[in-house]
């Protein structure tokens, strides 16, 4: 039987504001105080979920305890471990990295899966970002020519990381290992590690993002997909940017839409989730377009070597960067050209996505970007990994038997998954790549249109709205 769907609670510091605010009381924003209804926000957003939440069990006393190990210590496996263990079973997050996972300051927006994620992981929302009051678009003298009310919380993966991070006992999560191979037999399954260290669990969660080691084993066929394009990134600190740039986009979701490349921009925390003002950094992204080959000349690095994906930051050519500037001088207005001016090193990530055709491979579940993974014009990712975590504990907790919960995580989540996917190049229309159907095209004609683009990038209850 369905169950009616759950509001959560929303925490009292979910701003950082600084200091407790009531419901209804006045929070930070990132323009000023001003009264902001947390609860009410949360609640409604919440409640526009599609999908019913199933209970957590109460007593697990007449099972055997169940293992499981997860690889991956990122969000995706943070998630698994905290809702596997709700439910009574012992996991253990095994991370490649021999050092923590922090300061890579991505910037995140919030959806009410995502919220909801947190909050039942046990992770809450203290301080969890910057909300803006709406969104506007610039033309090419920074001129703002539209906006669109519409409030919003904005994080970064710094944040997120270290709130799951804090949910996890540290004797549970395991830096320096790097997965190599799993074997399984029906009722278990045995993960090996370089270096010669073997586990043995009832189930190996693989949440280790898009180039899932996990995933190159159960599902070799599956790759990632090229988009077609690539984005410039970097977060200037708020203190180094011109006054006009701080008051006129500063406080906002932003954009800037010239043919066939989009430019975003929206504020973060600062280093260590420093909410001040001051003392935050303004996101920056810019799309353009880009072939294979294109992209096989950028990755080649600063001493000549040749990268398969992606370029490390410190390694990116110099006259690379030097042709980005020169390029953003041609067409950027002044206040994104100050945020790039800003930046000592921009860095850029090429756009990838897929979809695995299933999520479970008998002993082996796929959560997170190792499952399927989005382009990100909605800013999904992070949501849908705690939906993916959320959901394999839900079907495990209800079955008795692994191998029925698996199959029922299955049914539930890839086609969401999927639908995803499938929106986030819909999306990706905008840039005119690979337009082959007479719906791409039509989708491309509508967000030429820069209202139609604050309309449908990163907003909340996309799923919903779809159906």
Same mark, same amino acid.
């Given at each position: 039987?369905r169950t009616?769907?759950l509001?959560?609670?929303?925490s009292r510091?979910?701003?950082?504001?600084g200091?407790t605010?009531?419901?209804?009381?006045t929070?930070c924003s990132?323009?000023?105080?001003?009264p902001?209804r947390l609860?009410e926000?949360a609640?409604?957003h919440l409640?526009q979920?599609?999908?019913?939440i199933q209970?957590?069990?109460g007593s697990l006393s007449?099972?055997r305890?169940?293992?499981?190990?997860i690889v991956?210590g990122s969000m995706?496996g943070?998630?698994?471990?905290a809702f596997l263990?709700q439910?009574?079973?012992?996991a253990d997050v095994?991370?490649?990295?021999?050092?923590e996972?922090?300061g890579r300051? %991505?910037?995140?927006?919030t959806?009410p899966e995502?919220?909801? %994620?947190?909050?039942?992981s046990g992770?809450g929302?203290? +301080?969890?970002?910057?909300?803006v009051?709406?969104r506007?678009?610039?033309?090419?003298?920074?001129?703002v020519?539209?906006e669109?009310?519409?409030p919003q919380i904005?994080?970064?993966? +710094?944040?997120?990381?270290?709130?799951?991070?804090?949910?996890i006992?540290?004797?549970?999560y395991?830096l320096?290992?790097m997965f190599e191979r799993m074997?399984q037999?029906?009722s278990g399954?045995?993960v090996?590690f370089?270096?010669?260290?073997a586990?043995r669990?009832d189930?190996l969660v693989?949440?280790d993002?898009?180039?899932?080691?996990?995933?190159s084993?159960?599902?070799?066929?599956?790759?990632?997909?090229?988009?077609?394009y690539?984005?410039?990134?970097?977060?200037?600190?708020?203190?180094d940017l011109?006054p006009?740039?701080?008051?006129?986009?500063?406080p906002?979701?932003?954009?800037f839409?010239?043919?066939?490349?989009?430019?975003?921009g929206?504020?973060? %925390?600062?280093?260590?989730? !420093?909410?001040r003002?001051g003392?935050?950094?303004? *996101?920056?992204?810019?799309?353009?377009v880009?072939?294979?080959?294109a992209?096989?000349?950028m990755?080649?690095d600063e *001493?000549?070597?040749q990268?398969e994906?992606?370029?490390?930051?410190?390694?990116?050519?110099?006259?690379?960067?030097?042709?980005m500037?020169?390029d953003?001088q041609?067409?950027?207005?002044?206040?994104?050209?100050?945020c790039? *001016?800003?930046l000592?090193r921009p860095?850029?990530?090429p756009i $990838?996505?897929f979809?695995?055709?299933?999520?479970?491979?008998?002993?082996?579940?796929?959560?997170g970007?190792a499952?399927?993974?989005a382009?990100?014009?909605?800013?999904?990712?992070m949501a849908k990994a705690g939906?993916?975590a959320q959901?394999?504990?839900a079907?495990l907790?209800?079955?008795?038997?692994?191998?029925d919960?698996l199959?029922? $995580?299955n049914?539930?989540?890839?086609p969401?998954?999927?639908?995803?996917?499938?929106h986030?190049r819909k999306l990706?229309?905008h840039?005119?790549? *690979?337009l082959?159907t007479?719906?791409?095209?039509a989708?491309?004609k509508?967000?030429? !249109?820069?209202? %139609?683009m604050?309309?449908w990038?990163?907003v909340?209850n996309?799923?919903?709205?779809?159906r």
């Amino acid at each position: 039987m369905r169950t009616p769907i759950l509001t959560a609670r929303p925490s009292r510091r979910l701003l950082g504001s600084g200091r407790t605010a009531e419901p209804g009381g006045t929070l930070c924003s990132a323009r000023g105080a001003r009264p902001f209804r947390l609860r009410e926000w949360a609640v409604y957003h919440l409640r526009q979920l599609s999908r019913a939440i199933q209970p957590m069990p109460g007593s697990l006393s007449s099972r055997r305890k169940r293992r499981a190990i997860i690889v991956g210590g990122s969000m995706s496996g943070l998630f698994a471990a905290a809702f596997l263990r709700q439910i009574g079973w012992d996991a253990d997050v095994y991370e490649r990295s021999t050092v923590e996972l922090v300061g890579r300051g %991505a910037g995140i927006t919030t959806h009410p899966e995502l919220m909801e %994620a947190l909050e039942k992981s046990g992770a809450g929302l203290s +301080d969890l970002g910057i909300e803006v009051e709406k969104r506007i678009t610039l033309d090419r003298a920074g001129r703002v020519i539209a906006e669109k009310v519409l409030p919003q919380i904005l994080t970064s993966w +710094d944040r997120l990381q270290r709130l799951l991070r804090g949910i996890i006992d540290p004797a549970h999560y395991h830096l320096g290992h790097m997965f190599e191979r799993m074997e399984q037999d029906g009722s278990g399954v045995v993960v090996h590690f370089a270096g010669g260290r073997a586990e043995r669990a009832d189930l190996l969660v693989g949440g280790d993002g898009i180039r899932s080691s996990v995933r190159s084993q159960v599902a070799p066929a599956v790759q990632p997909i090229y988009s077609g394009y690539y984005i410039w990134r970097g977060a200037p600190n708020e203190a180094d940017l011109a006054p006009q740039t701080r008051s006129s986009i500063f406080p906002y979701f932003a954009f800037f839409l010239p043919p066939r490349q989009q430019i975003i921009g929206y504020p973060i %925390a600062g280093l260590d989730n !420093d909410l001040r003002y001051g003392h935050r950094r303004y *996101n920056f992204i810019w799309y353009r377009v880009g072939d294979s080959q294109a992209l096989r000349d950028m990755c080649v690095d600063e *001493n000549g070597h040749q990268h398969e994906y992606s370029v490390p930051p410190p390694l990116i050519r110099k006259d690379l960067i030097a042709q980005m500037r020169a390029d953003a001088q041609e067409i950027m207005p002044p206040q994104f050209l100050d945020c790039l *001016n800003k930046l000592q090193r921009p860095f850029f990530t090429p756009i $990838y996505d897929f979809s695995t055709p299933q999520l479970v491979f008998g002993r082996v579940a796929l959560v997170g970007d190792a499952a399927s993974s989005a382009r990100p014009h909605m800013g999904f990712g992070m949501a849908k990994a705690g939906g993916d975590a959320q959901a394999l504990a839900a079907a495990l907790g209800s079955h008795d038997d692994v191998d029925d919960g698996l199959a029922a $995580y299955n049914r539930s989540r890839q086609p969401i998954g999927e639908r995803v996917m499938l929106h986030g190049r819909k999306l990706g229309t905008h840039l005119g790549v *690979n337009l082959r159907t007479d719906e791409d095209r039509a989708m491309w004609k509508l967000l030429q !249109d820069h209202r %139609a683009m604050m309309d449908w990038i990163a907003v909340p209850n996309f799923l919903v709205a779809e159906r």
